[in-house]
């Protein structure tokens, strides 16, 4: 299994930032313009991203505690499996860290997915930090 890990650090109080990532529906404003639009229906979340794609995913968890979504894409092109976690941890006073982990098969759509993991971080960070 392959997996892609990113750590952006921001400059924003980590309370603030899972505020707002803890609310899955707002994906498309978090995320924005990477993502441009989000729908959810119970626990199926249908986001569409800028370049047309349209991915369907479950969300697993949205853990208080530990500050951390879990979910998982159920009909990613060429995919077969896919994982990810997005969580917020504090690293001192107004930052936090936005720690991103996902784990996919097969090994070749990583190249299709690592380009939205950076673009989907720096769009966080700047949706964020303002």
């Given amino acids: ?16 930032a899972w505020a707002r990532l803890r609310v899955v529906a707002d994906a498309h404003k978090l ?3 990477v993502l441009v639009d989000c729908q959810l229906n ?13 991915v369907t995913e479950r969300i697993l968890a ?8 879990a979910y998982a894409v159920q009909d990613g092109p060429g ?3 896919h994982h990810a976690s997005m969580q917020i941890v504090d690293v001192g006073p107004g930052r936090c860290t936005f720690i991103w982990i996902t784990d ?6 990583g190249s299709n997915i690592a380009p939205l993991v950076e673009q989907g971080s ?3 960070k700047r949706n964020l930090e303002v």
């Avoid at 299994?1 to 603030?16: N, R, W």
């Avoid at 119970?42 to 349209?54: L, S």
């Fill in 42 to 54: 119970g626990d199926t979340r249908t986001v569409r991203f800028a370049n047309g794609m349209v």
């Fill in 62 to 69: 949205v853990d208080d505690a530990r500050r951390r979504v």
């Fill in 104 to 109: 996919f098969l097969p090994e070749e759509v």
């Fill in 79 to 81: 995919m077969a499996y």
């Fill in 31 to 33: 995320f924005s313009p």
């Fill in 1 to 16: 299994m392959a997996s892609i890990h990113k750590e952006q650090t921001l400059d924003v109080d980590g309370d603030k």
């Fill in 122 to 124: 720096s769009a966080l």
